[in-house]
């Protein structure tokens, strides 16, 4: 496994009023949408944090608040003009399929994710397009750009979720500035995936996580809010 240094290169100072969290802690990933309401919640174990960049761990088969329309279908159940207007509503669900080594910056308008199977193969990464919102006492917030990044272990890429980014603009969900701002920032990623440039030159993709860890937890009154 390639090694470096685990933060992003170019991040800037640590603020010391900033949250930070311990390696071993757990750090909640909130998702917000544009009224500030809350959406999802993902607990990371947190391998490393500097007060900018923040490495988390979520592992397959952990506990998360998800979202879903209300009357429990899934968005891509309703045409595609209807997903950004039906209202949604928060619910108990888990993290399925693969596990995944976040790197959560405030610097940038995405969160790389390395993707892992059940026996720990590397599958790729993804370049998940989102608005940096800043930190809490509990962890990072972010709104999800819809539109993002999947790029193949041999550094191949494709825009995921193109059409849905479009009907979030007319929708009102997002704003044409930040759909071309989440745009430019996945092309910046599309350049060092084709360059082999960190996060996409291998590093951490033979990440094991320590024996005997257990999935992160969420708060209980994170819970209790359902």
């Known amino acids: 496994m390639r090694r470096r240094p685990w933060h992003c290169a170019g991040t ?3 603020v010391s009023e900033a949250p930070r969290w311990r390696a071993g802690e757990t750090a909640v990933l909130r998702f917000l949408r544009p009224d500030g309401s809350v959406g999802q919640h993902h607990p990371l174990r947190v391998l490393a944090d500097d007060g900018r960049s923040l490495l988390g761990w979520l592992p397959a088969g952990t506990e998360i608040v998800g979202t879903r329309l209300a009357g429990g279908l899934h968005r891509r159940e309703v045409p595609l ?3 950004f207007l039906l209202p949604r509503e928060r619910c108990r ?12 910056s ?26 940096p919102l800043g930190r809490r006492p509990g962890g990072p ?19 995921k979720d ?4 479009l009907a979030a603009v007319e929708a009102g969900r997002l704003t044409a500035p930040q759909l071309a701002a989440l745009r430019a920032e996945g092309e910046r990623l599309a350049a060092l995936a084709e ?29 209790a809010s359902l």
């Open 81 to 83: 003009a209807d997903r």
């Open 162 to 165: 193109e059409d849905e980014a």
């Open 106 to 131: 405030e610097d940038h308008w995405s969160s790389v994710w390395w993707f892992f199977g059940g026996a720990g193969d590397f599958l790729g990464w993804y370049g998940n397009l989102e608005i």
């Open 12 to 14: 800037v100072p640590l």
């Open 195 to 223: 360059a082999g440039a960190f996060p996409f030159d291998g590093t951490w993709t033979g990440f094991r996580p320590e024996p005997g860890w257990t999935a992160p937890e969420l708060p209980a009154e994170v819970w």
């Open 141 to 159: 917030d972010r709104m999800d750009g819809v539109l993002d990044l999947a790029v193949d272990p041999d550094g191949s890429w494709r825009w």
């Open 93 to 104: 669900d888990t993290w399925r399929g693969t596990s995944t080594l976040r790197l959560v």
